[in-house]
């Protein structure tokens, strides 16, 4: 069959506090959650009803078990997950201090699975099919996952919509100051970029809004989302179109998974077809409504609450 979206990069399990406003060593008790950017997205769509699969890789161990139940249980094709002897499967924390800090705490040594994503494993047929392909910057970070990544790329050559969520995380990366090259050969091969103001300083230079949209037109992008945090979103096409949203209100309570949702919602309206204003409206919704939860994965929401947000215009 060919999915509406595969998504490629992280997995791992997410145990929350369920205290707000404490610090991390006086947490008493936390929920497991399943995370990781990509394999978010990929729920954050199914629930939007759309077919998803992601490829990724966990430890062999009983996490490992966890993620592919969950996976099944959000109605996510699990079948490019494999394991990797020898690795654990990782873990994350964060400390949840409303409205705008969650500090996380990455458990990815001596290194995570999903970094262990091989070339030679891909089905890349299945990848070039794909209406959607979505991929990140994390899976750029580390061999082999970097190789397998931009092979994948290279295989589908822009066939459908390919979307490359610049991801920026530092503590990826043993040179961080190394990782513009390939963001600009993985630019060369997508079809839509979408990052923060961070995130496409690293891929262009540029941190300025509307100059970062067009850098990133001029690497080979079709369409260029940027995040703005309080100032909204902006998207612009190579056709000239563009749409600047502001957010939606929200009493936030953990923002961590907002931009999953956004990616999720982003991609369900590109499927749909809407026009670019429509899109991020849409997807602006989803990321303010997770924001309004604790969890990530089991937080998306469904088509009617997005439509409920929007009429009211706040997450109420």
């Known amino acids: 069959m060919a999915y509406d979206l595969i998504t490629m990069g992280r997995i791992g399990v997410d145990l929350y506090p369920l205290q707000t406003g404490v610090p ?22 199914a629930r939007l009803g759309r077919a998803t699969a992601v490829i990724t890789r966990t430890g062999e161990d009983a996490f490992g078990a966890y993620l592919h139940e969950a996976l099944r249980g959000f109605g996510v094709d699990d079948r490019w997950v494999t394991s990797v002897p020898g690795l654990n499967t990782p873990v994350t924390f964060c400390e949840i201090f409303p409205p705008d800090d969650f500090p996380l705490y990455f458990y990815r040594q001596p290194k995570a699975p999903d970094l262990e994503i091989d070339a030679h494993e891909l089905d890349l047929d299945a990848v070039r099919d794909a209406r959607i392909f979505w991929i990140t910057g994390t899976g750029l970070s580390e061999e082999p996952s970097r190789t397998a990544t931009l092979a994948a790329l290279a295989h589908r050559a822009k066939a459908g919509t390919t979307v490359f969520d610049l991801d920026w995380r530092p503590m990826f990366w043993t040179d961080p100051d190394a990782a513009r090259p390939f963001y600009t050969e993985a630019l060369k091969h997508t079809t839509v970029a979408v990052g923060n103001l961070d995130e496409v300083e690293v891929a262009t230079g540029v941190r300025e809004p509307r100059a970062a949209a067009q850098a990133l037109l001029d690497a080979g992008v079709e369409i260029a989302v940027v995040k703005q945090g309080p100032k909204g979103v902006l998207a612009v096409s190579r056709d000239g179109d ?52 604790l969890e990530c994965s089991s937080a998306m929401p469904t088509p009617e609450e997005i439509d409920a947000a929007l009429a009211a215009g706040a997450v109420l």
């Open 24 to 45: 991390l060593a006086q947490v008493s008790s936390f929920g497991k959650f399943l995370g990781g950017s990509a394999t978010n997205v990929a729920v954050a769509a």
């Open 242 to 293: 563009s749409a600047e949203v502001p957010p939606l209100p929200v009493n936030v309570l953990n923002g961590l998974g907002a931009g999953d949702a956004f990616g999720g919602a982003l991609c369900h309206g590109l499927l749909a077809g809407w026009d670019l204003e429509k899109i991020m409206r849409h997807a602006n919704a989803a990321g303010a409504i997770v924001a309004s939860r």
